[in-house]
């Protein structure tokens, strides 16, 4: 009983946490002006908060069902998305913030205009590079959990 319910947090987790997340570069990409992209980043930062909370209740209630059915902790394709989940995990204090920090600078520092200069542009394409790492990673990772093909 405690584990379908874990099992029931856990599907859920995964679509309220990152179902968000794979949608948040696009959120950005339709502003047109540096107003709607200031107000881009806020839906943004308001998104990333069903992110974190859905990935933290994803790895505890994975690890908890772990606990209960410890054979999974043999089983490949669960080792693999516990292992593929830390990584994508650590891309963002590691990968994510370094590359969104100057954005965040930059958006609170110009005042040169409506128009969305260059240089926006190729500081989110390295940030969206990563993102899109990211999201594959968890695509793995979803398709693991789907199909336990090991």
Same mark, same amino acid.
């Given at each position: 009983?405690?584990? &379908?319910?874990?099992?029931?947090?856990? %599907?859920? #987790?995964a %679509?309220l946490?990152?179902g968000?997340?794979? +949608?948040?570069?696009? +959120?950005l990409k339709?502003a &047109?002006?540096?107003?709607?992209?200031r107000?881009? /980043?806020?839906?943004?930062?308001?998104?990333?908060? !069903? +992110?974190?909370?859905?990935?933290?209740l994803l790895?505890?209630?994975?690890?908890?069902?772990?606990?209960?059915?410890? /054979?999974l902790?043999?089983?490949?394709? /669960?080792?693999? #998305?516990?292992?593929? !989940?830390? %990584?994508?995990?650590?891309?963002?204090? +590691?990968?994510?913030?370094?590359? #969104? &920090?100057?954005?965040k &600078?930059?958006?609170?520092?110009?005042?040169?205009?409506?128009?969305?200069?260059?240089? /926006?542009? #190729?500081?989110?394409?390295?940030?969206?590079?990563?993102?899109r790492?990211?999201?594959?990673?968890?695509?793995?990772? %979803?398709?693991?959990?789907?199909?336990?093909? !090991?």
């Amino acid at each position: 009983m405690l584990y &379908k319910f874990l099992l029931m947090v856990h %599907i859920f #987790s995964a %679509i309220l946490g990152m179902g968000p997340g794979f +949608v948040m570069m696009h +959120v950005l990409k339709k502003a &047109k002006t540096m107003s709607e992209l200031r107000h881009a /980043y806020q839906i943004r930062n308001q998104l990333h908060i !069903f +992110v974190m909370i859905g990935g933290t209740l994803l790895i505890v209630t994975g690890l908890l069902m772990g606990w209960i059915h410890p /054979y999974l902790f043999r089983t490949g394709w /669960y080792m693999l #998305s516990l292992t593929l !989940f830390l %990584i994508a995990l650590g891309f963002g204090p +590691v990968i994510l913030s370094p590359r #969104s &920090k100057p954005i965040k &600078k930059f958006l609170h520092e110009y005042a040169a205009g409506e128009e969305i200069p260059d240089l /926006y542009y #190729s500081m989110a394409d390295r940030l969206f590079l990563a993102e899109r790492v990211e999201n594959a990673i968890f695509l793995v990772v %979803i398709a693991l959990m789907i199909l336990k093909p !090991f």
